[in-house]
Structures are given as structure tokens and as C-alpha cells.
């Protein structure tokens, strides 16, 4: 399990984990808290396309994933940033079906091996909807932030992986390319919404995606 | 065949749209149509017919996703590219746009159909209107509020055009109930004093311009109190508007206890408000989504149209029902302006008495044209503009309660047929044929606007109208001459602004007579265009001469037309409304 996790009791009987002295979710009914949680993002989830991808935040006590894989049937890709739940991941094995995967992530090793990894460059080429486990999230918050801005698209480094693994928008900027990256910024996405009528069918999407924005 | 119909207005808009829809489903009895909405008035399903399916355009979930920094940065894209595809699975035939903005526009320039009406941006950013009403729906944002086409029959005009006599009996009850709806109703029903009138009040807009103010409204409730024994008062509202409509009815039974009357609280859905519109007496509201639904209830309506509210564009559009409106300078203001005036100066210029006395009448007759009701009103119109729906022509025509017969009054009202048969002559539906009955229907209209008037003094005016005409005509035609010549040299700057000169010289004399400074509008937008390139500057200006000409046309028509008509044949079909 690694020195800096322990697991107690909460009050229903389920077994939490406790991660440097703070619980990773409910110490009265854990179960009950990931319920409530589902019921928040439903509406994100349901009716989803075959293709979409659910990515969730913080791998918490694992409960609201058991309870999210037996209601949605999506690819499921769970991360995770802190190195002491890496070190207990035995404690995840065996305990979600198939259709969900782990994933942790060391933000110290930067985007650029984060979005090296095949399965989230799948992963960010398809339609995604991210959720947060907010127990988790709040405990460690910069590195989760920052796996969220990156599976996002909302932070520099992680715009330029996601047009590369987007061909359909990448075809659209006119904007400088040196060494294969895009010279953008995220105040640079506001660009995209603003492209000026072509032929194609992606700019008068485009368009329309403009008129929201107004 | 596959019909897609595209509404991504509210609530209002969408019931604007109704009579187009029965009329596209009595034209295609077995065809798909689908209806297009805004998932937020996904509440509307129950209510609209005519349709198959009504399907929902998530639009707060895209505009959620583009705007808020943790949502994945395509996902709108994704969304919105998820909805393109699956319409254009459906494979449909037709596309109908009753939006008419330019999301819509470029949303149906990707659907993916033989046909397309309505507004619509191809990829290159052209416009197309797929028909000549769209196109005077485009161009009616220019017009004079008085000569405006209410919407809905610009949409009816789209779907069917207005050639054909109207059918009194189209109109009627356009809307579905529901069982949820009915329940809602009845429960309240239980409430409600037996053997008495039930009117109904919405008190609340969403726009405070438009609102009357609960103190009129109290007003109103007390003197219709004291005429009406057994009167039960519903007053509707949504369920957010609860204390203010119970503070409402608690002050209401608190401070009239002297007559048998029964203040209820209508807090229901909107499927509720249908049923209950179709179980009362008569509707007083502002310029609201539940006006709309009355206009296609049977429910007579006596609206208040105050700040914004415009009287012919959105006003009610079925017979019979009753349009007040305030003399004030200002009225109508802009949507998103705020009031200027020191007070809401157009609520307090219609008095309660004057909304009771038009409530009044309305629920003894329909027949509130008829000479009794006009001269038992005219105290009032010092202070207020009232109008009349009427249907006789065909297209909803609000006629003032009070007009008289003057040459600008009759101008008003042959231009505004003019108007519509012009857009039929350009769709092709409207023939030299056709002329005969338009005249018989304007005739009609005529009597019941100036009610009056002894055929000769009716005759005399149109004859002298026509004589003014003929002179606007011979203004034209030289400046459609002078514009052929300088076609062959317009890139000469010169000779264009020699044109531009002509116009506004033409202009400034139609100006000079109040019959015919109508027309001087059209020019007005060709001279104050110094965007435009001089080739489009040109065709603009043919277009609008064009279309003066037609109008001048049309009207010099109808006065001939008129003039051989005997006004007094048509007193028995002088009136109408539904209750």
C-alpha cells in the first residue's frame, strides 16, 4: 500500500482510504456520496454516442467508478496524479469491469509524455466528457487541475496534442507552424470560433458555433 | 416525402408557427414532418400538432461547453456535429427555416435536402429565402409598423400563400390538450364560481416595459366585479411567478369582499394553461408567450401591448381579439433599450376603465366593430390606440377602433394589401384573375375600418387617391429611365451620382403628399446604402423601383376596384370573431 495510505471503516462498514490523515471519500456512507455524485453528472452521461469517452478525475475510494461503470456502458478512463494511490493501486484491482481503465499520471513528468500515450490520444480524438470526483479533487488540486487542463485542451501545451490528434481542426488555422507545433495560445482558441466562412463544411460549424458564443 | 421545420426562437415564435404547420399537414397528409426546437421548451411537445416528432436542439449544452474553461475544448464542436449528422440521416426532402436568424441560417445551409425555404447561408455565405415571403420577412425589419405583416402570417403566407379565400374555420383551436393538461384544469375548475364568466389574467412579461402593473390589474378585477355576478378570476403564472401571484390574489380578496367573486392562483404548466385557456371566457395579457397561446386557442384576448410589443408584427392574429396600445410618442421602443421616460408612461396611459369597458363588450359580442361598442368607446380615444383583429382579407389586420377617414388612413390600408398581394405576384400564386375577389375582401375591410362614411364619400377618396397615384407613377417611370441608361456605365461615378441625386429628388417629392410618402421608404434605404459596391448599389435601386411600381400597380387596382363596389352589400358579412 506504501507508507502514506491507510485504510479505515467508515460508518456504513464499507473500507475507505485515507491518504496522508485526509479520506479519499466519505468516512459516514461512501456509497451513498458516489450516488449523489452520479445523480449530479447524469445528465453529462446519458445519452452519450458509442464513440464518446467518459474520462473522471481522481480516483478517489474507487466508489463513484463502481457505481458510474454500472450505469454507463462507455469506455471509461479514471486518472489520477498523486503517486501515493499509484503506489495502492492493488486496492483498485478486480473491483470495476472491463469497460473501465486506470490511468496515473505523474505531472511532474510534463504533457508531453502524458499526450505520448496511445490511449489518451485516443482518447482526446473522440468525443469526451470529463467528469471530477470532487473529494479527490479537492485534496490534490494542482495536479489533478492540471491533468484537467490538459485532457481539456485549456492549457498551451495540451492545445497543440489535441489539434495534432484533430485533423479536422488543425486543417482549419491559418496560424504559424514551426517544428510541427502550432504558435496558439488558449486566448487563441477564441480564434477558432471566429474563422472566417470557407467552402468547407467545419467553418460554417464554425459559424454557428459563433453565433453561441456572441 | 420528408418535411424538417426549424423554430429556434421561443416559445411565442414557435406558436406563430402553427398555422403553417396544420397548413403543411393538410397540403401532405403523409408526409414525416418534423419539428426543430430548442431542447429548453422541450415542455412544448405536448401542445404542438400537426407534427411527428418534435426534435430538440441542445443548444444551452453546446453554448455551456464553448464557454465554461473545463469542459473538453471540441466538445461543442462535437456536440453540434453529433445533431448536423443526425438530421441529415433523416434524408429529408423539404427544410423549412421559421427562425429567420443567422445560426439558423447556417444550420440548415448543412442539413442536407432537395428544397430549403427560409433563411438559409450556403457555404460560400450567400443568402437564399427559397421564397418571396421569407425574403418580405427579411425586409419587413425596414418597414412602418402600421403596414407590417404579423409573422405568423408571413409563415402561413410561406407554407400556402394568401390567394385562395381564407377558410373562417382554419383558425380554430390549434393547439393540443393533455391529459396532464386537462387534470391541471379541472383541479382548478373545482374552484370556480358555477354559472359564471371565467376570465383569466397573466400579469407577468418578460420584458418589465411590457408589464401593466398588479395595481391595474387590481383595478380592473374590482370593476369587473361589480358587473359581472359570479365572476371567477384565474391568474396564470409560472411556477417561479407563485408569491407574487398569491400576494396578488391574498390583497385582491382582501379588499374586495362586497361581491361573489373567486380569485383563484393559476400556477401550471404550460400544458395546464392550454386546457384552462379553452375552458374560460376571455384572456387579459401583456405581450407574452401565453398571448401567443391564446391567439391559437378559441380564448378571446384583450391584449395590452405596451414597451416594446409591436402591434402588427406580433401582435394577436385572430379575429375578434382586441390590441390596446398608448398614444405615447416612444411606444413602440426598441427590444433591448431601457425606458427613458420618468415614468412607465405607456402603462399608465391605459386606464383600468377603459380595459374593463373593452372586456366588457367583448364577452357580450364579437362584434366589437359594430357601431355601439365604437361610439360607447370613443371617450377613450383621446387616450389610447385600440384595435381590432380582422381576418376578412385574409392576413390578421388590426383595425383601428377610431380611425377616420382621411387620405393617410385609406393609403394605410391599401398599402398594406398591396403589400401582401405583391409578395403573392412574386411567388407566382397570385393572377390577373385573382384580383376580383382581393377587391371584394378589401372592400369588406373598408366598411367595417370606416364604418361611417357614406359609399359616395368612399368612392370620392378613392378616386382622388387614384389621381395621386398616377402622379407617383410618371415620378417612377422617369426614374426607371434615367437607371437604364446609366446601366451600361455604372462603374462612371458621375453618372451614378447624377441617379442617386434623381432619387432623392423623387423622394422628397412623394414625401410632400401623405398618400405617397410610403413609397418614398423603399428609396430611402437605396440612398442611405454608400457601403455597397455601385453594380449592387444599381441593382438595388432597380429592385426597389420595381417594386414601387408593382405596389402603385396593385393599388391603382384596388382604388378602380373599389370604386365600382357598392360598400352597403357587404353589412351581412360585416363581423366575425370566434366567441
Known amino acids: ?214 | 416525402m420528408r418535411i424538417l421545420v426549424v423554430n429556434l426562437l421561443r416559445i411565442g415564435d414557435i406558436i406563430s408557427t402553427l398555422p403553417a404547420l396544420k397548413k403543411f399537414r393538410l397540403d401532405h397528409p403523409t408526409a414525416q414532418i418534423d419539428l426543430l426546437i430548442n431542447s429548453s421548451f422541450a415542455h412544448m411537445v405536448g401542445v404542438v400538432g400537426y407534427v411527428d416528432r418534435v426534435l430538440l436542439f441542445d443548444r444551452d449544452a453546446i453554448q455551456k461547453s464553448l464557454v465554461d474553461a473545463e469542459r473538453p475544448l471540441f466538445e461543442g464542436y462535437d456536440l453540434l456535429k453529433e445533431t448536423v449528422d443526425g438530421l441529415n440521416e433523416q434524408g429529408y426532402d423539404r427544410i423549412v427555416n421559421f427562425t429567420h436568424n443567422r445560426l439558423s441560417g447556417w444550420l440548415c445551409g448543412l442539413i442536407q435536402a432537395g428544397e430549403k425555404h427560409g433563411l438559409v447561408f450556403d457555404g460560400t455565405g450567400a443568402v437564399s429565402f427559397g421564397d418571396p415571403w421569407f425574403r418580405f420577412l427579411n425586409a419587413q425589419v425596414d418597414i412602418d409598423s402600421g403596414h407590417a405583416i404579423n409573422h405568423s402570417d408571413i409563415f402561413l403566407g410561406a407554407a400556402a400563400g394568401w390567394s385562395a379565400e381564407p377558410n373562417r374555420t382554419f383558425f380554430d383551436s390549434l393547439l393540443s390538450e393533455t391529459d396532464r393538461g386537462r387534470a391541471e384544469c379541472e383541479a382548478l375548475l373545482r374552484s370556480a364560481l358555477v354559472d359564471g364568466p371565467r376570465l383569466v389574467l397573466q400579469l407577468s412579461t418578460s420584458d418589465q416595459k411590457k408589464e401593466w402593473g398588479d395595481d391595474r390589474f387590481r383595478a380592473l378585477v374590482h370593476r369587473l366585479s361589480s358587473h359581472f355576478p359570479k365572476l371567477t378570476v384565474f391568474v396564470l403564472g409560472a411556477p417561479n411567478e407563485v408569491k407574487r401571484i398569491r400576494m396578488f390574489c391574498e390583497d385582491l380578496n382582501a379588499t374586495d369582499s362586497a361581491h361573489e367573486t373567486a380569485i383563484i392562483p393559476a400556477v401550471v404548466s404550460l400544458e395546464g394553461a392550454v386546457s384552462l385557456l379553452e375552458e374560460s371566457d376571455i384572456l387579459v395579457t401583456g405581450d407574452t408567450s401565453i398571448k401567443h397561446l391564446a391567439a391559437a386557442a378559441s380564448i378571446p384576448i384583450v391584449e395590452l401591448s405596451l414597451g416594446s410589443a409591436d402591434v402588427f408584427r406580433t401582435g394577436s392574429w385572430k379575429a375578434g381579439d382586441i390590441i390596446v396600445s398608448s398614444k405615447e410618442p416612444c411606444a413602440p421602443c426598441g427590444h433591448s433599450e431601457l425606458c427613458h421616460r420618468a415614468s412607465h408612461l405607456c402603462a399608465e396611459g391605459l386606464p383600468a376603465e377603459l380595459i374593463a369597458e373593452l372586456v366588457i363588450r367583448r364577452m357580450q359580442s364579437p362584434q366589437l366593430l359594430a357601431r355601439e361598442h365604437r361610439e360607447a368607446l370613443r371617450q377613450f380615444a383621446k387616450l389610447a390606440e385600440v384595435h381590432v383583429v380582422d381576418r376578412s382579407e385574409g392576413p390578421a389586420h388590426p383595425l383601428p377602433l377610431f380611425a377616420e377617414l382621411t387620405d393617410v388612413n385609406l393609403a394605410s390600408l391599401l398599402e398594406r394589401t398591396a403589400r401582401c398581394i405583391s409578395v403573392e405576384m412574386q411567388s407566382g400564386r397570385f393572377s390577373e384573375f385573382d384580383f376580383g375577389s382581393a377587391i371584394r375582401r378589401a372592400a369588406i375591410v373598408l366598411r367595417k375600418q370606416f364604418f361611417d362614411e357614406s359609399d359616395t364619400d368612399l368612392r370620392h377618396i378613392l378616386s382622388l387617391h387614384e389621381r395621386e397615384l398616377r402622379h407617383a407613377e410618371g415620378l417612377l417611370q422617369s426614374l426607371r429611365l434615367q437607371i437604364a441608361r446609366v446601366k451600361e456605365n455604372y462603374q462612371d461615378p458621375g453618372q451614378l451620382k447624377d441617379v442617386i441625386r434623381s432619387c432623392i429628388s423623387t423622394q422628397k417629392r412623394l414625401r410632400q403628399s401623405a398618400i405617397l410618402s410610403f413609397a418614398s421608404e423603399a428609396l430611402a434605404a437605396v440612398v442611405e446604402d454608400d457601403r455597397s459596391a455601385p453594380f449592387t448599389r444599381l441593382r438595388k435601386m432597380i429592385d426597389a423601383i420595381e417594386e414601387l411600381e408593382r405596389r402603385q400597380m396593385i393599388v391603382v387596382k384596388l382604388c378602380r376596384g373599389l370604386e365600382t363596389q357598392t360598400f352597403d352589400s357587404f353589412e351581412s358579412e360585416r363581423f366575425e370573431g370566434n366567441k
Open chain 1, 1 to 214: 500500500m506504501g507508507p502514506e495510505v491507510q485504510i479505515h471503516q467508515a460508518k456504513s462498514g464499507l473500507p475507505v482510504l485515507i491518504v496522508r490523515g485526509c479520506a479519499t471519500a466519505s468516512s459516514v456512507d461512501p456509497m451513498a456520496e458516489a450516488e449523489r455524485w452520479f445523480k449530479q453528472i447524469e445528465p453529462q452521461v446519458r445519452d452519450l454516442p458509442e464513440t464518446a469517452r467518459v474520462g473522471v478525475l481522481g480516483l478517489g475510494s474507487g466508489y463513484h467508478l463502481e457505481v458510474l461503470s454500472r450505469e454507463v456502458k462507455h469506455q471509461i478512463i479514471a486518472f489520477d496524479s498523486d503517486p501515493a494511490l499509484a503506489a495502492a493501486r492493488e486496492w483498485f484491482v478486480g473491483r470495476f469491469p472491463s469497460h473501465v481503465s486506470l490511468k496515473f499520471v505523474s505531472v511532474e513528468a510534463g504533457a508531453a509524455s502524458f499526450f505520448a500515450d496511445d490511449d489518451v490520444r485516443t482518447f482526446i480524438s473522440n468525443r469526451i466528457v470529463l467528469l471530477r470526483h470532487k473529494p479527490s479533487f479537492l485534496r490534490d488540486q494542482r495536479g489533478l487541475t492540471a491533468l484537467g487542463n490538459w485532457l481539456t485542451g485549456r492549457d498551451r501545451s495540451s492545445l497543440n496534442a489535441h489539434l495534432q490528434s484533430r485533423a479536422d481542426f488543425s486543417a482549419l488555422l491559418d496560424c504559424d507552424r514551426q517544428n510541427g507545433e502550432w504558435l496558439l495560445s488558449v486566448k487563441d482558441v477564441s480564434r477558432l470560433w471566429k474563422v472566417e466562412a470557407e467552402v468547407s463544411e467545419q467553418r460554417r460549424m464554425f459559424r454557428i458555433l459563433e453565433e453561441l458564443v456572441r
